[in-house]
Each structure stands twice: as structure tokens, then as C-alpha cells.
């Protein structure tokens, strides 16, 4: 199974008026295995050090991740929804910078999706890794 890939304007265009849209994040790019997006750190998302507030982080990670896998089933007929989502922080982004996330496909089974979550600076460096597993259950009708 892999992503049914659609225009990025229409992701974008059904998160508004979310969290998603709220926090600026924005969906850049779609492949059959992978989905990334970027979110910038500003005063919706530091903590008082003046660096990515680990919450924002782990927004960002659940959003790709649900995004992607909600991408990779039949939606008239099921939905993914969060089990569990960890985060490790690597380094901090200050305020002022973005941080870009790309989730990858572990697992995509029938029952339930595994999802890795990579989230660099804008030099390319490692700021956070993340996992999400998503139910995969029947829509309600």
C-alpha cells in the first residue's frame, strides 16, 4: 500500500481552519512512501528559552503522520486515527527559523500504520525523531 498522491493545495486547503493552519504548517511535498511539510518557530511555538517548544515538535510529527496515512486508505471507508506517538528532541531551533519534517512508512497493514517522523533545521541537522502508530479502523456511516 502506499500513498495516494494528490495536489499539495488541496492537503493545505483541507487543514484550514485547524491546528494545522493555526500553527502555520504547510504540506511541500508528496511521494508514494513519503510526506513532508514544514512549520515555522515563532511565538505560537517557543518555549521560554526562545527555541521549537517540544509540543510543536510533536505537532508537526502527528500531522505528517496522519496526513500520510490517511493518504494511504480508502477514506470512504476507513480512517487513521493516533495510537500512540513518541518523540526524541535533538537539538532546539531557535525562533526566527523553520523546522522541516518528513514522515516515512515502517509498516502499513490492514489494522494498524507505523510512521517515522525525520525533522531537521534549515541547515539539513537532525532536531527531532518521532514515531506515530495510527489505527486503521472502519469509518462510522
Same mark, same amino acid.
Given at each position: 500500500?502506499?500513498?495516494?498522491? =494528490?495536489? $499539495?493545495?488541496? $492537503?493545505?486547503?483541507?487543514? @484550514?481552519?485547524?491546528?494545522?493552519?493555526?500553527?502555520? %504548517?504547510?504540506?511541500?511535498?508528496?511521494?508514494?512512501?513519503?510526506?513532508?511539510? =514544514?512549520?515555522?518557530?515563532?511565538?505560537?511555538?517557543?518555549?521560554?528559552?526562545?527555541?521549537?517548544?517540544?509540543?510543536?515538535?510533536?505537532?508537526?510529527?502527528?500531522?505528517?503522520?496522519?496526513?500520510?496515512?490517511?493518504?494511504?486508505?480508502?477514506?470512504?471507508?476507513?480512517? +487513521?486515527?493516533?495510537?500512540? %506517538?513518541?518523540?526524541?528532541? %535533538?537539538?532546539?531551533?531557535?525562533?526566527?527559523?523553520?523546522?522541516?519534517?518528513?514522515?516515512?512508512?515502517?509498516?502499513?497493514?490492514? @489494522?494498524?500504520? &507505523?510512521?517515522?517522523? @525525520?525533522?531537521?533545521?534549515?541547515?539539513? @541537522?537532525?532536531? +527531532? %525523531?518521532?514515531?506515530?502508530?495510527?489505527? &486503521?479502523?472502519?469509518?462510522?456511516?
Amino acid at each position: 500500500m502506499s500513498i495516494k498522491i =494528490k495536489p $499539495i493545495e488541496l $492537503i493545505n486547503e483541507g487543514q @484550514k481552519n485547524t491546528m494545522v493552519s493555526f500553527l502555520g %504548517i504547510e504540506i511541500t511535498e508528496v511521494t508514494s512512501t513519503t510526506l513532508s511539510g =514544514k512549520m515555522p518557530v515563532d511565538e505560537r511555538h517557543a518555549q521560554i528559552m526562545g527555541v521549537l517548544h517540544g509540543g510543536g515538535s510533536v505537532v508537526l510529527a502527528e500531522t505528517l503522520g496522519s496526513i500520510a496515512a490517511n493518504m494511504s486508505v480508502d477514506t470512504t471507508k476507513y480512517a +487513521c486515527m493516533g495510537l500512540e %506517538i513518541n518523540a526524541n528532541h %535533538i537539538r532546539p531551533v531557535p525562533k526566527g527559523k523553520w523546522v522541516y519534517g518528513t514522515a516515512t512508512s515502517l509498516h502499513v497493514g490492514r @489494522k494498524t500504520q &507505523v510512521w517515522e517522523i @525525520k525533522m531537521t533545521n534549515e541547515e539539513g @541537522k537532525l532536531t +527531532c %525523531i518521532s514515531r506515530i502508530t495510527m489505527a &486503521v479502523v472502519e469509518r462510522f456511516h
